[in-house]
T-cell receptor, first 120, second 112 residues
């Protein structure tokens, strides 16, 4: 079955440590996204990538880094510069744009089941 | 990208009742999308309504869009306990490619 796989499901970070969250998709989607969700809050965009070897900062990119070397993979590194990393991290993917009968718009996003990151 | 604001923040109903949640936004849109999130899981896309559409149905879901009022509503008919989740709207701006921005959502609790 096609989908998005995030790993690990739970992750613990020590002070001063970088950690990398994995996100893999087999949907052949061009675009991939990383979001952060804090308890009782909505999702905030960290980074997104519309094509391999290219990515853009979202609303809260400070303290995070990404790479997009393959279409299927979009790993997120939470660096030691991120002072409050405890959160639920969600990865998503989508077809970049779609056109149907002259209508052009953003396709819906498909989400993984998240990684919960905590500080030791 | 613009953020939708969902209302109410929380809704508690009995099984079999209808649930209505609303979304307001600020600028003109290309389309508006609704998502569901079960506790501890990722979001699941429910329905997309284009700016030139006024109503759309999918199973027990009915979405309306009023672009003059910059608002949308999601109606879930004959609610089930399995509908318990948070629901988010995402208005997509009418200015080329736009990322999704999510508000705090509406938390729906359906009791047996």
């Amino acid at each position: 079955d096609g989908g998005i796989t995030q790993s690990p499901k739970y992750l613990f970070r020590k002070e001063g440590q970088n950690v990398t969250l994995s996100c893999e998709q087999n949907l052949n989607h061009d675009a991939m996204y990383w979001y952060r969700q804090d308890p009782g809050q909505g999702l905030r965009l960290i980074y997104y990538s519309q094509i391999v070897n290219d990515f853009q900062k979202g609303d809260i990119a400070e303290g995070y880094s990404v790479s997009r070397e393959k279409k299927e993979s979009f790993p997120l590194t939470v660096t030691s510069a991120q002072k409050n990393p405890t959160a639920f991290y969600l990865c998503a993917s989508s077809i970049f744009m779609f056109e149907v009968s002259g209508y052009i718009g953003n396709q819906p996003q498909h989400f993984g089941d998240g990684t919960r990151l905590s500080i030791l | 990208s613009q953020q939708g604001e969902e209302d109410p923040q929380a809704l508690s109903i009995q099984e079999g009742e209808n649930a209505t949640m609303n979304c307001s936004y600020k600028t003109s849109i290309n389309n508006l999308q609704w998502y569901r999130q079960n506790s501890g899981r990722g979001l699941v896309h429910l329905i997309l309504i284009r700016s030139n559409e006024r109503e759309k149905h999918s199973g027990r879901l009915r979405v309306t869009l009023d672009t003059s009022k910059k608002s949308s509503s999601l109606l879930i008919t004959a609610s089930r306990a399995a509908d318990t989740a948070s629901y988010f709207c995402a208005p997509i701006e009418d200015s080329g490619y736009s990322t999704l921005t999510f508000g705090k959502g509406t938390m729906l609790l359906v009791s047996p």
